[in-house]
């Protein structure tokens, strides 16, 4: 599976005023997810590490600086589409609390916070509902989900 494309997201997370656990998600403007509620994030370049991409995302999609020191890596997701083989891929997934700037709309999502007690999962792609509450509360993932003929809807987890 490791000749799937890589893609890369990362979660920023910080308190609210009230001091309740915030992470940055944004809606899908265009391209794959177009629609959806998805963390920042993307391909990776040619010859770019996963924690490259990230940062690099981060900031085309936010406006936000983070850095590499900065991002925990929290695991890999493999996403396997049978009835559509090129959107497969695989996700490196990081963390981070640490970031600058103030966020804006980028022409790929307009980024706001969510409360991370309560997930949009119902406007995420279906897999996130499984693998993201865990993810936010610190428990690193490595999991595989295969999707339906409608692209959408997670037929398989391992």
Same mark, same amino acid.
């Given at each position: 599976?490791?000749?799937?494309?890589?893609?890369?997201?990362? +979660?920023?997370?910080? #308190? $609210?005023?009230?001091?309740?656990?915030?992470?940055? #998600?944004?809606? *899908? *403007?265009?391209? #794959?997810?177009?629609?959806?509620?998805?963390? =920042?994030?993307? *391909?990776?370049?040619?010859?770019?590490?996963?924690?490259?991409?990230? !940062?690099?995302?981060?900031?085309?999609?936010?406006? =936000?600086? !983070?850095?590499?020191?900065?991002?925990?890596?929290?695991?890999?997701?493999? +996403?396997?589409?049978?009835?559509?083989?090129?959107?497969?891929?695989?996700?490196?997934?990081?963390?981070? @609390?640490?970031? $600058?700037?103030?966020?804006?709309? $980028? @022409?790929? /999502?307009?980024?706001?916070?969510?409360?991370?007690?309560? =997930?949009? !999962?119902?406007?995420?792609?279906? @897999?996130?509902?499984?693998?993201?509450?865990?993810? /936010?509360?610190?428990?690193?993932?490595?999991?595989?989900?295969?999707?339906?003929?409608? =692209?959408?809807?997670?037929?398989?987890?391992?």
């Amino acid at each position: 599976m490791t000749d799937l494309p890589q893609v890369c997201v990362c +979660y920023l997370t910080r #308190l $609210s005023e009230t001091g309740e656990p915030q992470v940055l #998600l944004g809606r *899908k *403007k265009k391209g #794959l997810g177009l629609g959806n509620i998805v963390g =920042l994030g993307g *391909k990776l370049e040619p010859g770019e590490s996963a924690v490259d991409a990230a !940062v690099r995302e981060v900031e085309e999609e936010s406006g =936000l600086t !983070v850095t590499a020191d900065d991002l925990t890596p929290m695991g890999v997701l493999t +996403y396997l589409f049978p009835h559509k083989p090129g959107w497969s891929q695989l996700s490196n997934v990081f963390v981070t @609390d640490r970031f $600058s700037g103030i966020p804006r709309e $980028s @022409d790929e /999502l307009n980024p706001q916070w969510f409360t991370i007690a309560e =997930l949009p !999962v119902d406007d995420m792609w279906d @897999d996130a509902r499984h693998w993201l509450p865990g993810v /936010l509360a610190g428990r690193s993932v490595e999991a595989t989900f295969t999707f339906g003929a409608d =692209l959408a809807t997670v037929v398989a987890r391992g």
